[in-house]
């Protein structure tokens, strides 16, 4: 009789887990449930031989439960299939390596209460990145970061004490860069153009908006608002377009899918793995937060998931080669008019000014 209502209670979790996110409501517990896709994907697997190894499958009853662990595996498994090697990549691999073409980013959620600011200077060090972008930065770990600057002439900073500083250093040149509070006063993101070696132009994002939670926000309207405004105003036609930061999401869920649509950038992910960056400390529970997407005139040199540094997130590494041939075979993304009308309807719920990044 337990083992019976143990496993009953074990259906029945995943498949509340598993059909939850499909529910059209932007509130933290539905949209929360999006983040752990494998850790489902893995308990509705090894749930299969357990149940038949003490229940077979003889009856008709044994056969549904079956058939439910069945369905929802395979529903979690279509959500993370595109970012395995098991998915066609929906970035080219650069096959020529021209340095002066290329960008190369290191993205750090660094955790505020951290202070092995010593492992972050050594990872920077050690990557040598043009631009390193750490978010969760206070006057402490502005303080430290400083002494990147003989190394990196440009910055540009917003030190924060509410888990929502940001910082950008960069070798390359930077221009018409600003901060902006796009959706909510007290979340700022960092916006302007890079200049490759090459003297080519890149419009560069760098958010971090707050994640959908019982203690940042009830839902996830503010996030996908600033996600949504950006897209909004990108046009990856009329110039090459990077995004990067800690989003605070994961790719496979209904809103960075709707993000791609409508800025029409690529996931270097996709066809390449997941790159779990959070959680850094506790294995079980990981998935990728953190994020690089650019418009189809770029190839990928590497994309790596870096050492722990004392945070809660792993740092990645993305090196990009502008490409502009490279348009012709990737994907060009596009919402329909039904897509762009959800994501005009996101924006409008946070009030978002729509001029702030014009």
Not at 19 to 26: A, E, G, Q, S, Y
Not at 188 to 195: A, E, F, T
Not at 204 to 212: E, G, I, K, R, V
């Amino acid at each position: 009789m337990a083992e019976t209502l143990a496993m009953l209670l074990l259906i029945g979790l995943v498949a509340l887990l598993t059909l939850v996110p499909l529910i059209k409501h932007d509130g933290w517990w539905v949209r929360g449930v999006e983040f752990p896709a494998l850790q489902i994907t893995v308990l509705s697997w090894g749930a299969l031989p357990i149940y038949v190894t003490l229940f077979g499958w003889d009856s008709i009853w044994d056969r549904a439960a079956l058939a439910v662990l069945c369905g929802c595996s395979l529903l979690q498994l279509a959500r993370i299939l595109p970012y395995t090697t098991l998915f066609p990549k929906q970035i080219q691999r650069a096959r020529q390596m021209r340095p002066k073409d290329q960008l190369n980013m290191v993205v750090a959620n660094v955790l505020t209460p951290n202070r092995q600011s010593q492992a972050v200077l050594a990872m920077v060090r050690r990557c040598q990145p043009d631009l390193f972008l750490a978010v969760e930065t206070d006057d402490w770990w502005q303080a430290e970061l400083e002494s990147l600057l003989p190394d990196y002439p440009y910055m540009v900073k917003h030190p924060l004490d509410n888990l929502y500083g940001i910082v950008l250093f960069s070798r390359l040149e930077l221009q018409n860069t600003r901060v902006r509070f796009l959706v909510e006063e007290a979340v700022p993101s960092i916006h302007g153009d890079v200049i490759l070696g090459s003297g080519h132009r890149v419009a560069l994002h760098c958010l971090h908006p707050a994640p959908p939670s019982p203690s940042e926000n009830p839902t996830s309207a503010e996030r996908d608002g600033e996600l949504l405004l950006v897209a909004k105003t990108l046009d990856p036609a009329a110039g090459s377009v990077v995004v990067m930061g800690d989003l605070n999401d994961v790719p496979w869920s209904p809103s960075l899918r709707l993000f791609q649509k409508v800025s029409g950038l690529l996931d270097p992910r996709i066809g390449r793995g997941l790159f779990n960056t959070f959680h850094a400390g506790i294995p079980p529970l990981r998935w990728p937060l953190d994020h690089v997407f650019c418009s189809g005139d770029f190839t990928l040199v590497s994309f790596d998931r870096l050492g722990h540094v004392g945070s809660d997130h792993f740092p990645i590494q993305v090196v990009l080669q502008h490409t502009p041939r490279a348009q012709k075979v990737h994907p060009e993304l596009v919402a329909s008019v039904t897509e762009t009308a959800e994501a005009q309807g996101k924006i409008d719920k946070v009030g978002a000014d729509e001029t702030a990044l014009r």
